[in-house]
């Protein structure tokens, strides 16, 4: 007779012992988050200092900036390392890494999800070339954040005379899954989600590796319940089940059916409703960054200014002329964007994210539309430092490399610019104190010499100039209408860009405020 699995979320967290590793899924806003066990893994730590020096690993960004996610753990103590794809939404997580009382890790939030699936499979880790040649290749810093990690997590390895990263698989001692039902014997549904991610490989690795898999879900079902079809992970992997009745689809939205995908028909296939922001230079970036989309593309947006591309191409009625995908695993639908990046609304297919990057992985994607922090002469990227603090990549590392053409969309500089736009042209009333073009980026989060031997085709759009990278560097091609190219442009960069033999202006109209037609999908030839 089978043991009964389902336990109180105190009783779930005792489970978890002083120098566990343990692996947690989610992404913003509360997708996917095990909410309700991370807040008994807390609160046992603060009533009893235990359990302690924990190392915890996470491919995406988990929290709300507050009190919640990775928040949860961020206690002097209660964790030892951390490996994490993205950290900004845990700004106390943030400083314990700058002040050095953990030690701090980043990688690819790909790869994250593809290593705990080849530690569940038994593998010698996971060999890749996504890395190379950026801050997680050993050669530039491993993914080293702070003065307090020492360790190597990957090491560069030759097979057939080219170069590759072979991440180091280590053993997973807890999984803290997130799911919508679990039967009376254990097997686990995801049903009503949002997404997939990457549960299914952080329960497999802690089963494989002989530690603990507990399960947060929202209804417990009778046995025979679910549909075979409808289980994702199955009860013979599972040690613990904890019911939170009051879980939600996200911190502030209860179930929504449109953003687990469960719509069919005509229901699914009503036009959304797109808000229109007001126009800024934001709209202005993405009006040119739209231009680089092709009919029948396999693109990818990231957050930031890549988030009113998406909206762009929704508000032109053509989403159905491309083929939308983010690194969750979702394809189609309606992107949310700011804090439920990662959601979408009538999403057409759900995979998992390991399965997702494997595509993105093996060259299926096309073109990704991506932020930038900053870049340099070379055409390097920065977007996992900033300012001192840990940022992290999250699924950029994996995407950047392996889009056929990557365009990164950014404002040209920060704090204190203040622009003027809306009639047809661009003009800068305050230029800003941070430069975000300079002389060497502060970590190298995607690499141009990289691009170049890879053959990718690399933009780099602003509100006021459009930059390419070739063999001699970033070419300056472009520049906004009403911008003056030296004093607005050039006085304002760190280093010296190669300029076009013919520097184009950009189409007046991409900085009108009342026209959001023009620049529609072209066709290939």
Known sequence: MQKNKFVSADAAAALIRDGDTVALMGGGGGLMEATTLFQAVERRFLATRAPRHLTVVHALGIGDKATRGMNCFAHAGLVKRV??????????????????????????????????????????????????GTVCDPRHGGGRMNGAAQDDLAEVMTLDGREYLRYKPYPVHIALVRASAADEDGNISFEHEAANLDAQSIAL??????????????????????????????????????????????????????????????????????????????????????????????????????DAVAKLVVRRGELDR???????????????DGVLFGYARNASAMLDAPTQFDFYGGGGLDIAFL??????????????????????????????????????????????????????QMRVVQHGSVKKLVRQVEQVTFSGPQALRRGQTALYLTERASFRLTEGGVELFEIAPGIDLQHDVLDQMDFVPRLAETVRVMPASHFQSEDDRLGALSTPS
Request: one cysteine or more; charged letters at 20%; glycine letters at 14%.
């Open 83 to 132: 490996i994490g794809g993205h950290w900004v939404w845990s700004p106390r997580m943030q400083q314990l890494a700058l002040d050095n009382q953990i030690e701090a890790y980043i990688l690819p939030g790909g790869v994250s999800s593809q290593l705990f699936r080849a530690i569940g499979a038994g593998q010698p880790g996971l060999i890749t070339h996504v890395g190379l």
């Open 371 to 424: 932020g930038f922090g900053e870049f340099d002469a070379q055409g390097n990227v920065n977007v996992s430092r900033l300012g001192g603090l840990t940022v992290g990549p999250g699924g950029f590392i994996d995407i950047a490399q392996n889009a056929r053409k990557v365009v990164f969309c950014g404002t040209f500089a920060a704090k204190g610019v203040r622009l003027a736009t809306g009639d047809g």
């Open 205 to 306: 690795a802690a089963r494989n590796s002989g530690g603990r898999v507990i399960v947060q879900v929202r209804e417990r079902l009778p046995r025979g319940a679910l549909k075979a079809r409808e289980v994702r992970i199955p009860a013979a992997w599972v040690d613990a089940i904890v019911v939170d009745p009051d879980q939600r689809t996200s911190y502030d939205l209860p179930f929504d059916a449109t953003l687990s995908g469960e719509l069919t028909g005509a229901a699914r296939l009503a036009p959304e409703a797109v808000h229109d922001d007001p126009f800024n230079e934001r709209q202005a970036v993405a009006r040119r960054a739209a231009c680089e989309l092709v009919a029948g593309a396999v693109v990818n947006y990231g957050v930031g200014i890549p």
């Open 322 to 336: 491309i083929y939308q995908t983010i690194e969750h695993g979702t394809y189609g639908g309606s992107l949310l």
